[in-house]
């Protein structure tokens, strides 16, 4: 029997053994839809005056009524 003298290979795809040989893990940044940052209150919020909010009013209690 003869008895190599190389060294074991890794397999093909392992990740080597040395930590210093390894590439650091990227970090995933997620781009969202926001364009700018917006500080205060937003439509949402504020809420809008609808044709149908009258007509809505009319069918509450008065105290649930307009602020």
């Known amino acids: 029997m003869s008895e190599s003298t190389e060294p074991a290979r890794p397999a093909p795809g392992s990740p080597p053994n040395d930590a210093s040989a390894r590439r650091p893990r990227r970090r995933v940044v997620r ?11 937003t439509a949402d919020d504020r809420g809008g ?4 909010d009258d007509r809505l009013l009319r069918d509450v209690p008065p105290h649930w009524g307009r602020r």
């Open 31 to 41: 781009q969202g839809a926001e364009q700018e940052t917006v500080l205060g209150e």
């Open 49 to 52: 005056h609808d044709d149908n």
